[in-house]
């Protein structure tokens, strides 16, 4: 199996930047496509974007060019560069290992066991 684990995650203010981490071990060779999500309180989980193999990335909407999704192979890591932050993306972020993946960009938030997941970072965007 693949296990997974965030970190980077805290409290920034609007506008301000964090980094998100997603260390990736056991199987990473079938690691390829791996996502974030998002789910605020009372929210539903949402994705927030994924890179497939080919470092080929995909973005929700929200998010695009202020969010960058990055890995390094070398180093079985994920990344979230979150810039100019706003107060609606304060929620729990995890990194998931798509098990099925066919395309990459289509995510499904709502099947939690279509992923392998990490325990989650809370990040808090206050304004």
């Known amino acids: 199996q693949v296990q997974l684990v965030e970190s980077g995650g805290g409290s920034v203010q609007a506008g301000g930047s964090l980094r998100l981490s997603c260390a990736v071990s056991g199987n990473t060779y079938s690691s390829n496509c791996m996502a974030w999500f998002r789910q605020a309180p009372g929210k539903e989980r949402e994705g927030v974007a994924s890179?497939?193999?080919?470092?080929?990335?995909s973005y929700a909407e929200s998010v695009k060019g202020r969010f960058t999704i990055s890995k390094d192979a070398a180093k079985n890591t994920l990344y979230l560069q979150m810039n100019n932050a706003k107060p609606e993306d304060t929620g729990m972020y995890y990194c998931?290992?798509?098990?099925?993946?066919?395309?990459?960009?289509?995510?499904?938030?709502?099947?939690?066991?279509?992923?392998?997941w990490g325990q989650g970072t809370q990040v808090t965007v206050s304004s």
């Open positions: 890179i497939d193999s080919d470092y080929t990335t």
């Open positions: 998931a290992v798509d098990l099925w993946p066919a395309m990459c960009g289509v995510w499904y938030p709502h099947r939690s066991a279509r992923y392998r």
